[in-house]
């Protein structure tokens, strides 16, 4: 019996949310008043939940590391959000979208959680269109949607290729009308740097104000975490370059269950890595499969001559070039889920069939869409997309080929929530990207923004009011008690402790350096050897980094390379466990692949015998390991089956 | 395509300790730098250098390094975001200078937006000019179905190109006056232009306006620098529109 319980309610799948909603506590607008909420992130979950919970009533402090709660990286999503309206007809529904997403993230998810998320989809989109939200139309005034990778109908629905921009501009208002009411204290360039517990409840957290340097202690009776992902563990990822797992982390040391952490997606579509003075990878939007076909050459000679500037891509005949996705995935062809389109590339890459002076690169080819529906289609479509490219690589994608390669974009793995979106701290919830909750081992494309609103505007404002209820006697939070003193000096002591080592390299010397070890050996190919290498690597870098980084500036000032070095210090923690949980799971699963555990074609093949479950890592104090619990998963409504794109 | 390397620069950057400080041009070399960097990664390396030299690093906004979050603000040889047209700073590629060149980096300059610290300004002005009013009033919940109010698609694809901007500031930094006038008409015109934000379109344009006034921005005088290097392409058309949105709304008072 695991010591976890993830409170999913009882009743038919389709019943559950209805029930529980009905069963909950409400809190009246009289108490609500009193209860302080405390919201770190103002990402698509952080300013959706800061904006809907100060609405009810609550008073919200929101804290984001940036100048602004707009800069949020969700500002940075291309594509699309799902949701199941079945506005095409298409046959789409409720059950579809969440048997999907079930399917897509290779049954490492709970069925519940999933269906509560297809579930209030449509309500998303009814809510971004009051606010404003400009989504792409058709003629006919009514809203146009496109389909995305891993899916057969139509329920993406987009703002050009800035969807998540529109979205978050859209939550930013109603944060922004509550700023000005009052109702919301924003603290902007301020960053989390621990959560504190009270009589084993989180209570409120310290923050660094970035400007002044000045350590701050912030009291609540409940505290949201929507700090986003963690995939800048791996150095260059598609991440923005402040986005980190610290907040996350400090949760996990206060006791949060950290889930799943091995469960990083890879995005099939990035511009390549080149040179070694690259900062980070920027996303070519994964709707562009929809219109582009991917290829390499099918001679071997061909890709050489490509890979030394030779020839150019348009010297090739179209007989000569392999559609290696459309060939092996005749049902799905380019449209085949993230994960498989990824390891396809690299599989190909990796047999010399690469197409840049790198050897890794593939093509994405507009040649024959602009030949099928004329240029002006295209750039309709597509135009900012083009436009993005052109300036990061100075190749016309009109012209020629893009070429593409894949990175690491998404972290699946995240805090334990149970069905209310708390952590295992009493009072500490995890919304967004941050927790480990819908996508399992592989999340669909434009369902992270989905899981963001939904979770942010239709079900933490309800589930926190079950806690919250039983709260409206607590006092106001006091931030003089003990704990938050102890927690302040944690932090202050841990600052100048990283101050102090005033050694010979810059951050980025290490965070270089674990992102390497990130991406051989935890990254889209994993081995019990390389992971146990991994673990052993990371250890000596951390050695090295606590006594040899060199932090210039002073701590009563804004310093950027003060910030780093806390996330980095934090990133050097989590790619251990993250290698820990790809050690223990000896199976392959959606963007986890074990090379022990592949098909005879190479596929990846999952142990549902064996590891039907969400590990739950518990930290257990510095330098010691961390314990293992597991949370079963049950299907009581889908079959499971080894996923087929064939 | 192929990158080349500049093998030596000259970078003369604007320092200041911090807002209350003075600050100065100070001049630094970097050598064997690829065409095919970014800008910031440019400065990424030049400030590597420094550390190891014991020198403080240069302070820069910047977040997303795609030209979306529109954290990034440099004012690059006398032009914001730099040589280049449609980019924000982070965009930027050092194909776009010449071996030897002397490059000049200041912050933003404008009275609104004082400086923090070397190249990083205080913008929270823009945040309190959309709190005046660039949102509409609706709750979480209770709304109609996203498809019961059909929009022309032309409207939708107007409201769109306003809500483009990225809230950087280039604008501001751009204009001899130091006027918000079009990120203020870009979101004015994003939700005038469809039906859910009509509603508010009077006090709106009015209570934003005050508010931008009340924080020390300039006034437009037509000169259209602001539309020329605004890496979003924010036309100013939008401030023709702000100012008749803004007419209607005097004299329905
Ligand atoms: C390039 C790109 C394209 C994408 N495209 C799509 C798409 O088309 N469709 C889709 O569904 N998904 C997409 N995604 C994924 C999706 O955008 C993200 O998963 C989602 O937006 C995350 O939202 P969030 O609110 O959880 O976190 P974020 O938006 O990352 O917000 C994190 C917030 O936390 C704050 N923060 C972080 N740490 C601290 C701290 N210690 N203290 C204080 N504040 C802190 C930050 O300031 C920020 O406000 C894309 C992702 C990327 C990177
Ligand atoms: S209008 Fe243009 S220049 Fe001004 S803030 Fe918006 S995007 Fe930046
Ligand atoms: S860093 Fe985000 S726009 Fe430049």
Redesign the pocket.
């Known amino acids: 019996m695991s010591i976890l319980d993830s409170k999913i309610p009882q009743g038919p799948l389709a019943e559950k949310w209805t029930k529980h909603k009905s069963a909950i506590k409400v809190v009246s607008p009289a108490n609500k008043r009193k209860l302080e909420v405390i919201v770190?992130?103002?990402?698509?979950?952080?300013?959706s939940a800061a904006a809907s919970l100060a609405e009810l009533g609550y008073k919200v402090k929101a804290?984001?590391?940036?100048d602004s709660?707009r800069?949020?990286?969700?500002?940075?999503?291309?594509?699309?959000?799902?949701a199941a309206k079945n506005y095409q007809n298409d046959n789409d529904s409720v059950f579809r979208l969440f048997y999907d997403t079930i399917k897509g993230g290779d049954y490492r998810a709970r069925e519940a959680n999933v269906y509560r998320l297809a579930e209030v989809s449509p309500n998303i989109i009814d809510q971004c269109v009051a606010q404003g939200v400009p989504f792409g139309r058709e003629y006919g005034g009514l809203l146009d949607n496109r389909s995305f990778g891993g899916v057969l109908v139509s329920r993406t629905f987009y703002a050009r290729g800035q969807?998540?921009q529109q979205l978050?501009i859209g939550a930013y208002q109603a944060l922004n009308r509550q700023i000005a009411k009052g109702s919301v204290e924003m603290y902007n360039r301020?960053?989390?740097?621990d959560v504190v517990v009270v009589d084993g409840k989180a209570r409120g957290i310290i923050?660094r104000d970035l400007v002044s340097g000045k350590i701050k202690r912030f009291g609540a009776h409940a505290v949201v975490v929507?700090?986003?992902?963690y995939?800048n563990v791996f150095f260059l990822s598609?991440?923005?370059m402040?986005?980190?797992g610290?907040?996350a982390w400090q949760c996990y040391k206060k006791g949060a269950f950290m889930s799943n952490p091995c469960f990083v997606q890879i995005h099939p579509t990035c511009i390549p890595v080149h040179g070694d003075q690259q900062s980070k990878l920027t996303?070519m939007?994964?709707?562009l499969r929809n219109d582009g076909r991917v290829w390499v050459p099918k001679k071997k000679e061909d890709a050489v001559k490509l890979q030394k500037g030779e020839i150019g891509p348009n010297d090739i005949a179209d007989e000569d070039r392999d559609f290696y996705l459309e060939r092996r995935y005749p049902s799905y062809g380019n449209l085949v889920p993230r994960d498989v389109a990824s390891r396809a590339a690299k599989e190909r890459c990796d047999a010399g069939f690469g197409v840049n002076a790198e050897g890794k690169a593939v093509f994405l080819d507009f040649k024959y869409s602009i030949e099928r529906l004329g240029k002006d289609v295209i750039t309709a479509r597509y135009g900012n997309l083009f436009q993005m490219y052109e300036k990061i690589t100075d190749t016309d994608p009109y012209k020629e080929p893009m070429m593409i390669y894949p990175a690491i974009?998404?972290s699946m793995g995240g805090t334990w929530v149970d069905y209310n979106l708390m952590t295992t701290v009493p009072g500490l919830y995890s919304?967004?990207?941050?927790n480990f909750s819908d996508h399992g081992a592989n999340r669909l494309?434009?369902?992270?923004?989905?899981q963001?609103l939904a979770d942010g505007y239709f079900v933490l404002p309800y589930t926190i009011g079950d806690y919250l209820a039983d709260e409206i006697m607590t006092p106001k939070t006091d931030v003089n008690a003990p704990e938050f003193v102890e927690a302040e000096k944690a932090v202050t002591d841990r600052i100048e402790k990283l101050f102090n080592v005033k050694g010979s390299k810059p951050v980025d010397y290490f965070h270089k350096k674990l992102g390497h070890i990130m991406w051989d050996y935890v990254g889209m190919s994993r081995n019990a050897e390389g992971l146990k290498k991994a673990i052993e690597e990371i250890k000596v870098i951390r050695e090295e980094f606590w006594k040899d980084v060199r932090i210039p500036g002073e701590l009563d000032n804004l310093n950027p390379e003060l910030e780093k070095a806390g996330r980095v210090a934090d990133f050097l923690d989590i790619g251990e466990l993250m290698a820990r949980d790809a050690l223990d799971r000896n199976e392959s699963c959606g963007g986890h692949f074990r090379e022990e555990s592949a098909t005879e074609e190479g596929e990846a093949k999952r142990n549902d015998e064996q590891f039907t479950y969400v590990s739950c890592w518990e930290y257990k104090g510095e330098g010691q390991e961390p314990v293992l619990h597991k949370e079963d998963l049950v299907f009581e409504n889908v079959k499971l089956t080894q996923r087929s794109y064939k | 395509m192929a990158d080349k390397i500049l093998k030596q620069l000259k970078i003369k950057v604007w320092r200041q300790k911090n807002a209350k400080s003075k600050g100065r041009f100070e001049t630094y070399t970097i050598e064997n730098i690829s065409t095919g960097s970014s800008f910031l990664e440019m400065m990424d390396i030049l400030n590597n250098d420094l550390i190891e030299k014991g020198i403080d690093p240069i302070a820069f906004d910047h977040d997303c390094r795609?030209g979306i979050c529109g954290t990034c603000s440099l004012y690059i040889n006398g032009r914001p975001h730099g040589p280049d047209t449609e980019v924000t700073t982070c965009q930027l590629h050092m194909r776009k200078f010449k071996d030897g060149e002397t490059i000049i980096i200041e912050p933003w300059r404008a009275r609104a937006f004082p400086v923090i610290k070397d190249l990083v300004v205080d913008r929270s002005a823009f945040e309190k000019i959309l709190q005046a009013g660039g949102f509409v009033s609706v709750n979480t919940g209770g709304v109609p179905d996203a498809n019961a109010i059909p929009v022309s698609r032309e409207d939708a694809e107007e409201s769109m190109d306003a809500a483009a901007c990225i809230g950087c500031g280039a604008c501001v930094a751009a204009c001899k006056n130091s006027s918000a006038m079009l990120f203020v008409s870009a979101k004015v015109s994003h939700l005038a232009k469809l039906p859910q934000g009509k509603v508010e379109a009077d006090t709106r344009a009015m209570s934003m306006v005050a508010k931008m006034d009340e924080l020390g921005f300039g006034g437009c005088t037509n000169t259209r620098a602001c539309e020329a290097e605004c890496p979003k392409s924010i036309s100013i058309m939008n401030i023709a529109r702000l100012n008749r949105e803004y007419l209607k709304a005097r004299l329905s008072r």
């Not at chain 1, 770190?40 to 300013?47: I, M, N």
């Not at chain 1, 800069?71 to 799902?82: K, L, T, W």
């Not at chain 1, 494309?445 to 989905?450: I, V």
């Open positions: 770190v992130g103002t990402g698509l979950g952080g300013a804290f984001c590391y940036q709660p800069r949020a990286h969700s500002i940075a999503a291309q594509g699309g959000i799902n969807t998540g978050l301020h960053e989390m740097l923050a929507a700090t986003g992902g995939g598609t991440n923005a402040g986005s980190n610290s907040a996303l939007s994964e709707s974009h998404y919304i967004g990207e941050a494309g434009a369902s992270a923004l989905m963001g | 795609e």
